[in-house]
């Protein structure tokens, strides 16, 4: 009879169990014998004969109890037979082996049966340490508790969780557990796939990082805009209304020097008139600051009259298509920021663009509210503005769109400027406006 056996290193044990069909019965009482034992009659190449053959049969019982042999030949009457031991596939064996997952077999109370070399790597441990070890011991000790009920789940039925394994350093490796009842040891045994989770870890500590990295970044250019804000509305104010009111206040001091009654009248008309600019001055500012129509009207009427004003100011003709903006109602905080993305737009291009015509444009599809502006100005480096993020009219747009999960673009032929705005509509509650009048 003659043996092989499967090693890490792929080498076969050498030599063969002594004859016959029952020699490995025979060689399993021969695992006490001894030089000494030997019958003293036997010739001395006789007896060396035996100790090699006894010296085999002795590395191939340690070797099946280690569970290093699948397979072993026996030599009987019929010729050369494979004998399969139980558990021994070594496709298997090696399979496991290559996992980049920790894998091992359990006891029904947490004691390490197997573990492949990837779980000893996780523990920092050589995988000869780790058999005969309770699992418990290897997590952290917070979470003993949560790891004996899941060792009971896993007697019946799949059973998950996220623990920390204990390192020989004393260093925490987070994990993944996945345990299952499993075959094998007469069905007392449980199945382990453990994954680990450092990278997953540290790649969202980064992202976590950067996200507070970019919520500070958008809380000091929402501050900053906020402070231009006020500087425009002060400027506004002392500029516009605050003239206003002093004109109005010096012609009040010109009415009480007048003597003739027909001066009072011209002079009383002219002030009148003075007080409606100036009240309209502070409530285009008030408009501005918050649009009580988007309140009361919706979207659509609040950028009609906001057009209108904006046409009459700064004498650029706007067209405004609603139709794709009829159909749908969007939640309050979306119609505001739209508003203010088109309110930028615009102030942009009476700014910068020395436009004569805008078109807007309002398409929308079942996923998506596209939004189009076009003016016919002198354009500008689009290049140049998509890189950019000092400017604080363009990086506002850009900052409200993607608080809505959507996209701005920005396009310049040489000629005319093209903004292009998408809105997903999949994750927005729209509702359909029952009777509402086309605006």
């Known amino acids: 009879m003659s043996n092989r056996r499967a090693r890490s290193d792929s080498r076969a044990l050498p030599g063969g169990l002594p004859g016959g069909a029952g020699s490995a019965k025979i060689a399993g009482r021969s695992l006490g014998l001894s030089p000494r034992k030997l019958r003293s009659s036997a010739p001395p190449d006789r007896q060396e004969e035996l100790l090699a053959r006894l010296k085999t049969a002795e590395e191939t019982l340690s070797a099946i109890q280690a569970g290093e042999v699948d397979a072993f030949m026996v030599s009987g009457g019929r010729g050369l ?7 021994g596939e070594a496709a298997y064996r090696v399979l496991v082996e290559a996992m980049s997952e920790g894998a091992g077999t359990l006891s029904l109370n947490g004691a390490v049966l197997y573990c492949n070399r990837r779980f000893a790597e996780l523990i920092g441990r050589p995988p000869g340490k780790v058999v005969g070890i309770a699992l418990q011991s290897l997590v952290a000790e917070t979470e003993w508790d949560r790891f004996e009920a899941l060792l009971k789940a896993a007697q019946k039925k799949v ?22 009842r499993f075959r094998g040891y007469g069905g007392h045994s449980l199945g382990m796939v453990v994954t680990d989770l450092s990278e997953q870890k540290r790649q969202q500590a980064a992202a976590s990082k950067q996200a507070e990295a970019m919520r ?32 109005l206040l010096v012609g009040l001091r010109t009415l009480e020097d007048s003597a003739k009654i027909r001066d009072v009248k011209t002079q009383g008309h002219r002030l009148r008139k003075l007080a409606a600019q100036a009240m309209e001055e502070i409530g285009r500012l008030a408009r501005g600051l918050h649009p009580t129509v988007l309140d009361d009207h919706g979207l659509g009427v609040a950028l009609s009259r906001y057009v209108a004003e904006y046409t009459e100011t700064h004498k650029i003709a706007v067209r ?97 400027t093209r903004m292009l705005v998408q809105i997903p509509l999949h994750n927005r509650k729209l509702q359909p406006l029952v009777g509402r009048a086309s605006t």
């Open 81 to 87: 037979r494979a004998v399969t031991l139980a558990g």
């Open 159 to 180: 059973a998950k969780g996220e623990f920390n394994l204990c390192c020989r350093d004393g260093s925490l490796v987070p994990a993944y557990f996945s345990l299952s």
């Open 216 to 247: 500070r970044l958008l809380l000091e250019r929402e501050f900053t805009a906020q402070e231009e804000e006020r500087r425009r509305i002060a400027r506004e104010l002392h500029d516009e209304a605050g003239q206003l009111l002093t004109s």
């Open 320 to 416: 405004l298509a609603l139709s794709g903006l009829d159909s749908c109602k969007l939640p309050q905080t979306v119609q505001i920021r739209l508003y203010r993305i088109l309110q930028e737009a615009l102030t942009n291009v009476a700014r910068h663009s020395q436009a004569k015509k805008v078109g807007i444009v309002f398409a929308r599809s079942a996923t998506v509210l596209k939004i189009t502006v076009i003016d016919d100005g002198c354009g500008f480096d689009a290049a140049a503005v998509a890189a950019s993020s000092h400017r604080l009219g363009i990086q506002s747009m850009r900052e409200r769109v993607a608080m809505l999960g959507g996209t701005v673009s920005f396009t310049s032929p040489g000629q005319g």
